[in-house]
């Protein structure tokens, strides 16, 4: 069996006697039911909520001030990280420790900074998603870059070819695995970081809603809305993943070592 296959199977056996043993835990009164509902039982919520459209609109916003950082973060990322790999020694020295500085900056303090000057609207929830995407973008995006063999640079630039020709033919291609693990990584950041600057302010949202079913003592509508981020979060990194592979059919030591300079 083809080990891909091998290991999808085998995740796949293991959540389903996950869920299984969650299951019966609830049923057989192992755990309070009150407390873990039944697996099945949260399905059926889940179900019943997006019918009642008690989520939906909840997870449209979310999904909307998500988008809005991480694709602000690819688009300030991706040029900051090349500026900072290809912008010299000099500019190096400058710019990593200030960026290392500002990546260990923990984004809820941050958002309690925000929120004196944005208050708790749009914005400051964008900024902290922003935040929090931008920088495994730069710093990925800048590794990819200074890690381009400078022998086939030498190589491209022997055949004549320009800036241009360098970066779409070498160097793109050779640090787009590097490149796309950063955008991948600030992809699963950007609904995760919302969902809790959501629950620290705000009016809608699922991390607003979870909250506020919480404090209402809605036990089986806050294990629906987990279930929901929970699969949110893997079907971003499936299509991230999706994405890549479009993207990026060939694989890069065979595309670099087979280039047509």
Request: with cysteine; charged share 15%.
């Amino acid at each position: 069996m083809d080990a891909k296959k091998s290991d999808f199977i085998w995740r796949i056996g293991i959540l389903i006697i996950f869920l299984a043993l969650w299951e019966l835990a609830s049923r057989l009164s192992l755990v309070n039911p009150v407390f873990l509902p039944p697996f099945s039982a949260v399905l059926a919520n889940t179900f019943k909520m997006f019918a009642d459209d008690a989520i939906t609109y909840h997870l449209l916003f979310s999904l909307s001030r998500a988008a809005v950082g991480f694709a602000t973060a690819v688009a300030v990322g991706l040029p900051a990280g090349f500026f900072m790999a290809a912008g010299g020694r000099r500019m190096k020295l400058v710019l990593e420790p200030l960026a290392d500085v500002l990546a260990q900056i923990n984004p809820f303090i941050l958002l309690h900074l925000l929120v004196l000057f944005m208050g708790i609207g749009e914005p400051a929830k964008i900024t902290i998603v922003f935040w929090a995407c931008v920088w495994p973008i730069v710093f990925n995006t800048a590794a990819g870059v200074a890690a381009v063999d400078r022998l086939l640079l030498k190589a491209g630039r022997g055949f004549g070819s320009g800036r241009y020709e360098l970066f779409r033919k070498i160097i793109l291609p050779a640090a787009s695995p590097k490149i796309f693990s950063g955008v991948r990584i600030g992809a699963g950041y950007s609904v995760f970081m919302l969902i809790a600057a959501e629950m620290m302010g705000g009016r809608s949202g699922l991390g607003w809603l979870i909250l506020n079913d919480q404090v209402n003592y809605q036990i089986r509508n806050v294990f629906s809305i987990a279930l929901v981020i929970a699969i949110l979060g893997v079907v971003i990194d499936v299509a991230m993943e999706l994405v890549q592979k479009k993207l990026m059919p060939y694989d890069v030591h065979e595309y670099v070592n087979s280039s047509n300079i």
